[in-house]
C-alpha cells in the first residue's frame, strides 16, 4: 500500500467543534498535497456551507463531494457535477413530509447553491445558518425536480427515526439518518459518500487500496471499509471505531495533523 490520496469527511473530523480547520491541520493538508497527495473532502453539506467553513487556501486545493456524494466540485480543473438528482419520485417525499406533525423542517437543494425550504429565516440567521443571501432562497412550491440533489428533514429536535419506515415506499431514493436520527437526508439511491469516491477514485487511476480516509459517523463506515487505511477520530461513534484499522484523537486536538506529520509526510521527506 502506498499512500495516493487523502480522504475526509468534514463536520467533527476535518472540523473542531466550533467549526474550524485546526491550524496545523490546516498546514499539514497544504504540505500533504504539495508533496502530491491528492485531497478529498467528502460530506453532507452544500457547497456554500462549505466555502464559510473551510479556508480557501485548502478548498482551493481539494476535490469535494458535497451533498451526501451527490455533488463533485473539482476546484482544481474549475469543474462540478451532478451524479444523479432526485427526481420527479421526491415531489411525493415532500408533499408528504409537509403533513407531518409535528412540523418538520424541509430543505430541498440543487447543487448546494440555492435551495428551498418551508423555514422562515431572516437575513442574519439565512447568514450564519446556512450562509447565503435572501434571493438564494426559494418555496418548496417552486421546487425544480429535474435538478434536485438532496433533500433534508430535520425534526427541530425531535426523532425522525419513523421516516426510515418510508424507504420500502421510494424505491429510487435513499435515506441516511443523522444526528441520532433527529434529521434525515435523502438523495438518489445510486449515491453515496463511499460510492463517489469509489467513481472518483477510478477517474483518477487511484486504488482504494492506495487511501487513507477520516471519518466519525455511522455514514463514515462505508467509507473506511472501501480504503486500505480507515481511521476513526477519537469522538467518532462505536459503530465506527469498530471497522476502523486506526482510532486516533478526538477532532479537537488536531491529531489529522499528528498523524500525516509522523506517519506520511516525514516518511515522503526521508524517502
Known sequence: MAIKAIVLDL????????????ERTLESLIEAHEQGYTLIIATSRPIRVVRGLVP???????TLIT????VVHEFTRD???QMSCLGLEAKHLVAALREQEPPIQITAECWGENFATNREYCAE??????????????????????????ITADGQGNSLEHLLAWQDDYSDLRFIPADDH???????????????????????????????????EI??????????????????????????????GDC????????????????????
Open 125 to 150: 440567521t439565512l447568514r450564519a445558518k446556512q450562509h447565503a443571501q435572501p434571493d438564494m432562497v426559494k418555496s418548496l412550491d417552486d421546487i425544480d425536480y429535474g435538478w434536485l440533489s438532496k
Open 252 to 271: 479537537d486536538d488536531d491529531p489529522i495533523a499528528d498523524f500525516l506529520q509522523v506517519s506520511l509526510l516525514k516518511q515522503a521527506q526521508s524517502a
Open 79 to 81: 469543474h462540478q457535477w
Open 182 to 216: 433527529r434529521v434525515i437526508n435523502i438523495v438518489p439511491a445510486s449515491v453515496g459518500k463511499s460510492k463517489t469516491v469509489e467513481q472518483l477514485l477510478a477517474r483518477m487511476n487511484i486504488a482504494p487500496t492506495d487511501v487513507v480516509a477520516f471519518g466519525d
Open 11 to 22: 463536520d467533527f473530523t476535518l472540523l473542531k467543534r466550533n467549526k474550524t480547520v485546526g
Open 67 to 70: 451533498l451526501n456524494g451527490a
Open 56 to 62: 480557501a487556501e485548502l478548498l482551493e486545493r481539494t
Open 219 to 248: 455514514p463514515d463506515i462505508r467509507l473506511l471499509e472501501l480504503v486500505g487505511l480507515g481511521i476513526a477520530m477519537g469522538n467518532a461513534k462505536p459503530e465506527v471505531k469498530a471497522v476502523a484499522d486506526l482510532v486516533i
